[in-house]
């Protein structure tokens, strides 16, 4: 059952967003409020829970990226930079917003996992540029930019954020970010 609370609670996260109830939670599960507080003591233990199998899933997936032989050092570091779990990746950015706004500690723990969790691209790149398939660059810079990109998409001013998937902005900020922006 506290898999199937988690799992109904982001079928309607993508539903409705953030602002969910356990009353909605309640209806879909077709289970009493009981039932949900033996799992769980409150809606953000949920949203905690949730956070916490995402953060989890994202990191199965490194290193399933990480180990995979038939990728290329670049297309592993590209995969690593774009990876979110599958039942997330049609999400968009406002939802962040709002787990920013109603459940901020649950989006403090992913914010924190997202700036501080590095070891396997800086290890990735390190070893490109000791290769000589990445120039040498300044590996903090790197990481910067690309929390820099992803912080202004939080930002409420943001406009692409209302048309394209967390996915799409991230592939597309990735690809400028490894290819820059000129032809050869």
Not at 77 to 94: A, G, T, V
Request: proline share 1%; charged share 25%.
């Amino acid at each position: 059952m506290h898999d199937r609370i988690i799992q109904e609670a982001i079928n309607l996260i993508h539903e409705k967003g953030f602002s969910f109830t356990i009353s909605d939670l309640v209806r879909n599960l077709g289970t009493s409020k009981r039932t949900i507080y033996q799992y769980f003591d409150s809606k953000d233990s949920i949203i905690e829970a949730i956070i916490e199998e995402l953060i989890s899933e994202i990191k199965l997936k490194e290193q399933h990226i990480y180990n995979n032989e038939d990728l290329s050092l670049i297309e592993k570091i590209r995969e690593l930079l774009i990876c979110i779990p599958e039942q997330f990746q049609i999400m968009d950015f406002r939802l962040l917003i709002q787990l920013k706004k109603l459940h901020y500690n649950q989006w403090e723990k992913l914010n924190n996992f997202i700036s501080h969790e590095w070891d396997i691209v800086i290890e990735l790149i390190e070893r490109g540029i000791n290769e000589g398939a990445i120039r040498k660059i300044n590996i903090q810079l790197f990481i910067e930019l690309y929390l820099g990109a992803i912080n202004q998409i939080y930002d409420a001013k943001f406009s692409l954020k209302n048309r394209l998937t967390m996915s799409q902005i991230l592939n597309s900020a990735i690809d400028i970010l490894l290819n820059g922006i000129y032809v050869e």
